[in-house]
């Protein structure tokens, strides 16, 4: 070897040396941090607290009553998708498709498809628009002629009426479709925004959040095992077992987990005077994600309830209201049909939608928020038509390669609390057990490794939708779960947890940061009535109990007060006691869990009851002091029995369900 040779080689060998110590001296960077993080943690979370309850979603006593149930109320599925002869669908992205020739149990089904078959029906489609307040629907006077199997829809159109008519020319079908389309003018400011923020560096995630109303983490194990699979096994997915509800319902959870603040009443409780509850969208709207929010009817849209601006809007770039208020004013089914939006089964609105947004979006950043409560929101048992679409969902985007850059979250608000299997034990813990699970890509676990260890360590303790709001706000910036921040982040917060610096209104903490294994209700904002740490003592006959019944008695003297301020409506009595159990807190509080009957009007309730000795009264040892925890609950359906009401004070919140009108 010559000379030149020589020196080649030993710079060679020279260049391998560096890139080896420089990859060596990053990992035990790197393995320090997470050595120094851990041995931190060690010292501050030792003693398990709260010992999450584990139920069998297959107990057969179970299954029993909710089938019971659902046979004697709502015998029959939803019927919408029943006649593939004149049933539509479109392909997640420009493409009305009939179906009827078309296999949709095969996964790839949409990337097969050619527009070489002729349509042999007689179907055409109307473009409309969404006129006024009242979103009225404003048809294209020409319906188009349906020629193909597969027909593609003009870019200009974004909601098309299909009608099919039989030989005798008699209306047999007619259904609605969205297609998602870009608006230039926001592209444009949004793309600033993006450019802007990408020019940092950083990493980003797209966010899917795909929420589910009134389905239990127990539930989604029951009636969705196909989804649930694929989510675990196929996806990875982080499955959190302790997410406690804050509230009764779907406002009472959705709010703090979009914006950290709490709901109640039907008012939103603003922290301080000077602090505001602000829309975690909002935040991504201000890096350059453009805002989604996806929802499949008006009437429980998450939308109605949120902060408008000066001119009543709100800060979404795209959203589907127009189209889902327009059409369920005019809709046969989907008023009246549990789970149905005309044709198509009301979730596969949305997962089609997903996949609208995700491949008109793909290599933007987006932030897509979608709501799902027409099927699962009644009947317990219907969730399990659930199923089918989101397993599609997920096939589709993992095969389509649409998450690469993109983590998917599912959640819900709290389990079904109307049915009969709610008022059981069992049912009562489960309906207070939310779903949440996690996917993020690939690559983000190992670029992200204490994060990622602390996310799973926290699925599976005691966590409540304020952690969720504070972990979408960590993934606004992913610089701030990097291991050498979240070190720091963590140092600091045990600091501050020790000087009680802390301002009280901040509730949560990120799941990205490690929960202490001591954690309490009362430290993640969980309400006394719906934490689930409690070891409860089921008492054998609740009727005859003195103690129940004195808890019973408050509830209704309380009821009754509340009551009598309304002329219309009746003073309630005792029906029966349902249940009763009881608990004794930490601190030694006694508290009891009550369920009763009301006449007239049969309505049920629920309510958690605390018990103190108040020694300033006469009686050996003290009188028994009763006061509520939480707010009295019903938990059937109450229909018109309060319509006697003005609408202002039906949406008083508690009234409208306590009150039976004379």
Known sequence: MGEIGTIYLRRRISLRKIIFVVFLTVSLVGYFFLFLYTENEKKTNTVEICKIPHLNPYEKSAIKLIKEQTQRKHPTPP?????????????????????????????????????????????????????????????????????????????????????C???????????????????????KTLQKKEDKSRGTGRDFLNIIFLGIDSVAFTNFQ???????????????????????????????????????CSYYNGQTIFPTESEECYLIWEKYTQQGYRTVLSEEQFWLLIYQYMKRDANGKHNMAYENLPFVRGIQNTCTYALYNYGCFEHQ?????????????ARKLKGKLYYHHLWSALTSHDVLEFAKYLDNPFHELLTNLTSQNLLNNTVLILNSDHGTVTSEYSRTAEGLIEARVPLLYFVFPDWFESKYKIAMMNLKKNSKGLTSPYDLYQTLNDL?????????????????????????????????????????????????????????????????????????????????????????????????????????????????????????????????????VKVDIDTTRKGFGGTMKYS??????????????????????????WIRSACYCR
Not at 345 to 357: F, H, P, S
Request: proline share 4%.
């Open 165 to 187: 008519k039989d030989s005798n020319e008699e209306l047999i079908y007619r259904d609605y479709f969205h297609f998602f389309r870009l608006n230039e003018p926001i592209e």
């Open 476 to 608: 606004v910036n992913l610089d701030s779960i990097t291991d050498n921040v979240l070190t720091r982040r963590y140092s600091s917060m045990s600091q501050s947890d020790q000087d009680q610096t802390k301002p009280e209104w901040i509730k949560g903490q990120s799941l990205f940061l490690p929960i202490p294994l001591n954690r309490t209700c009362e430290d993640a904002g969980i309400p006394d009535e719906y934490c689930i740490c409690y070891s409860w003592k089921q008492l054998d006959d609740p009727s005859r109990d003195v103690r129940i019944v004195k808890a019973v008695s408050y509830c209704l003297d309380q009821m009754n007060k509340r009551l009598s301020s309304y002329s219309k409506c009746n003073h309630l009595d005792l029906g029966k006691i349902i249940h009763g159990r009881m608990s004794t807190k930490n601190n030694g509080e006694i508290i009891y869990e009550v369920t009763f009957e009301t006449v007239p009007g049969n309505g049920i309730f629920g309510a958690v």
């Open 222 to 260: 029951r009636f969705l095992p196909k989804t649930r699979n694929y989510l675990v096994q196929n996806m990875s997915a982080v499955e959190f077992i302790g997410l406690n509800k804050v509230g009764r319902g779907t406002m009472e959870n959705l709010v703090p987990t979009l914006s950290g």
């Open 345 to 357: 089964l009301a979730a596969r609105v949305l997962t089609d939608r997903i996949l609208q947004v």
């Open 79 to 163: 019927q919408c998708e029943v006649n593939p002869t004149t049933q539509f669908r479109t392909d997640g992205d420009t493409h009305l498709i009939h179906i009827s020739k078309i296999d949709t149990n095969d996964q790839d089904w949409r990337n097969n498809l050619t527009n070489d078959s002729l349509f042999e029906g007689n179907c055409c489609y109307k473009p409309f628009t969404t006129t006024g307040s009242k979103y009225e629907l404003k048809f294209s006077p020409e319906c188009i002629q349906i020629h193909q199997v597969v027909t593609k829809i003009p870019l200009g159109y974004e909601n098309i009426q299909v009608l």
């Open 628 to 653: 509520l925890v939480g707010e009295i609950e019903r938990q059937n359906l109450y229909g018109k029995q309060s319509d006697c009401l003005s609408i202002t004070m039906r949406l008083a919140g």
